[in-house]
């Protein structure tokens, strides 16, 4: 994935790196208090599962920068059903993709309004490769963004808002 490197409109310095946000857990384990996390809930980079009832799986979702070689790319979460998450582990371990699996998004994205609600698809991808998302199409910008593209400015601007998690971007 090439950089995007640009001088940022909110603090004028130079930023560079990947056109990716990444999510290290589900926004569900945040709103858990530290102290009881490790008690209600066990994840690893790629699974979690809070209070035995509620399945995640980290997964990506790629929006086309418009005239971009790459897409800007969201490492994120995504809430399955329990039958949906326990066929998606059983086959990490075999090998065989299956899927798509319905999902829901399971993390805030900066510079959008909230995502709670939106439906999606997970697709398992053959080999080590996390799962890609695919939106429902809706009026939310992120489905927008999602299936339209977004331009390299507007790429820069997610990009600044993880530098700049104060600033309002959207």
């Not at 299936?147 to 309002?168: M, Y």
Request: a negative charge.
């Amino acid at each position: 994935m090439g950089l995007l490197s640009f001088q940022c409109s909110y603090c004028s310095e130079w930023h560079e790196g990947e056109p990716s946000i990444g999510f290290k857990v589900p926004g569900y384990l945040l709103d858990i208090a530290e102290a009881d996390r490790e008690a209600r809930a066990w994840w690893s980079e790629d699974l979690c599962v809070i209070d035995s009832r509620y399945f995640f799986a980290r997964a990506c979702l790629e929006i086309p920068i418009i005239d971009g070689a790459e897409p800007f790319l969201w490492g994120i979460w995504v809430s399955l059903s329990e039958h949906n998450f326990k066929d998606y582990e059983a086959r990490l371990a075999s090998g065989d993709p299956g899927g798509p699996y319905f999902s829901w998004l399971a993390n805030q994205f900066p510079g959008y309004p909230s995502v709670e609600g939106l439906k999606a698809r997970t697709f398992p991808q053959a080999g080590t490769d996390r799962p890609l998302v695919e939106l429902e199409e809706t009026n939310h910008p992120l489905s927008i963004d999602f299936h339209g593209g977004i331009t390299k400015a507007r790429a820069q601007e997610l990009f600044a808002s993880v530098f700049h998690p104060k600033s309002n971007f959207h």
